[in-house]
């Protein structure tokens, strides 16, 4: 026997933290399936009402489209500061430079709620018209996702040539012709992955949509808790059921384009 | 008056020393190498020149006009890098196309170009490969042809053989020579590597520590070092420690004649000697060695015998050709050390 073989121990371990991640997932999936009236698990039985009760209650819909452009919104503004930022971390070698880099990352390490209320303060104190719009909650949205680009962004540069752009440079290139057609293409993975994140973080975010979004316009996750304070309905699992697939798609999509790509290049080399 | 002028520059980084207080002059076409150990400030000195890094005082001429504050891009300077910088993301033929397009050639212009770049680094039918597909060697020869495409006014080569095989930097030494004196470009060609240096050069400056020790030709490097560091840097060397005196520099009791022999008298010396400079003999009663000593050691090494020679106190290393009728010294054997006066160099 040649074959590596994992310890029995750390397979054991594994599966129990694949089961410990995927569990609530399949809850939300089942309990979103149920055939009965109320949110319950194991489901009595299997069925598409829930999921037919979501698609036709507005209110859910609204949410879910309302959540939908918000993190489209917040991670087109993301993506582009993230990227400018980790740039900036990677280029500077001005004092406190780490200082800043931790600065920058600091929304991931607060609380949300902490987040949140500062915003909401802010926006209520100063009066300047963002409270319970959806440019607060952009805003508020943009400053949590943001981090993760940053940090996708970063690593790609940690690992990028620099003397690649200043190839680029002395063969004629501007700054900008040099960024963009040398550093940009070999740093996109980094800024696809981190606009990924910002938009699964910004469509999943909570706590603080919960202090910046107004009745009216409520993002799928607030909407979710709202409708399960009053009623113990599976049409809320149902949600929890599209909000996933589309985190899932995503994720997928992303990963396709990028071996899609590594596809391609293969092909080209005919060997 | 140089085609390249470094005027009194320095490069500090916080308070370390780069580069200090360098002054440089370049002629046209030459093929200047810098060439000294890890960390002395040559890649620092290159990318000034690039435009990479600005000098923190002094100033960079190139035909008589100050680019000290252009950007890269305004200079007309190609770069190979040590890990060649190929543009991963795009093939060969895009790669040497980059220097055309940013100068907005059209494209046919650009095609027939490019393939005679690849032609001329003998790459021909390589155009659409990726940098992953191609070998060291294959590298060096694309980052090259990409510089060499735009015609530049300066080349400059930042240890380009550094990543390659023994073989194949042997071959590539010789490669980079050729295509350089056909293109008749100025080129400038940082090393750490003496033997690379002493090759190719038609002059060479020896740094240390930010500064630049001597500049002149292969020979005047090899054989008029002006310091100790110099001397061992390049090549093997002895040095027998001495005194100046009349005349030359006396070591031991005997005074041997050497070079640079300048200085008050009695100034402590080292003589230089180098092993392949040196005749061993039998002693006889016939001209008068250099110095006598008694054979400690004999390596045997295909090509030569080395051979460790005790005189004074001291150990003279001596390098012979291996021929048949050149007599063998087994240890023990006492011997009679002979060279011509030029040989000998004193160094303070
Ligand atoms: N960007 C930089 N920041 C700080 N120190 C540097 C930088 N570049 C070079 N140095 C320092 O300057 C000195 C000379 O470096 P370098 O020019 O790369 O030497 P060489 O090419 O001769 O090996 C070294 O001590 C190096 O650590
Ligand atoms: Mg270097």
Redesign the interface.
Known sequence: MTERRIPLVLAILAILGFAYMLLPIVVVVLAGLTAGEFLTFPPQGLSLRWVAAFLSSEKYLSSFFFSFKLALMTMIVSTILGTAAALFLSRTNMVGRAAMRAFFLSPVVLPGVVVGFALFAFYISTGIGLSRTIWGLWIGHILYSTPYVIGTVGAALAAY?T??E??????????W??FR??TL??ISQGIQAGSIFAFIVSFGQFEVSLFLSSPNSEPLPIAMYNSLRYQFDPSAAAAGIFAITLVIASVLLTNRLVNLRTLL?RR???? | MGFVQFKGVTKTFGKSVAVDTMDLDIARGEFFSLLGPSGCGKSTTLRML???VAPSTGSIHVHGRDITRL???A?D???V?Q?Y?I???MTVFDNIA??LV??GENRADIKRKVDAALDQVGLGGFG?R?ER?LSGGQKQRVALA??LV?EPEILLLDEPLSALDKKMREEMKFWIKNIQKSVGITTIYVTHDQSEALTMSDRIAVMNQGRILQVGSPVEIYERPNSRFIAEFIGESNLLSGRLTAGGVRVGDTVVPAAQAQGADGAEVALLIRPEQIRLEPVTEGEAPMLTGRVADEVYQGALRRYQVETGGQTVTVEVPNRPDLAQLPPGAEVALYWTPESGVALR
């Open positions: 040539d003397s690649l200043e190839a680029a440079r002395s063969l004629g290139a501007s700054p012709r040099a057609k040398v293409p070999n290049e080209q080399d005919g060997s | 690039a435009g990479f950007p890269p891009e200079r300077i190609g770069i890098f890990n910088a543009f991963p993301h980059f220097g940013e100068r659409e990726f597909q990409r510089v735009i």
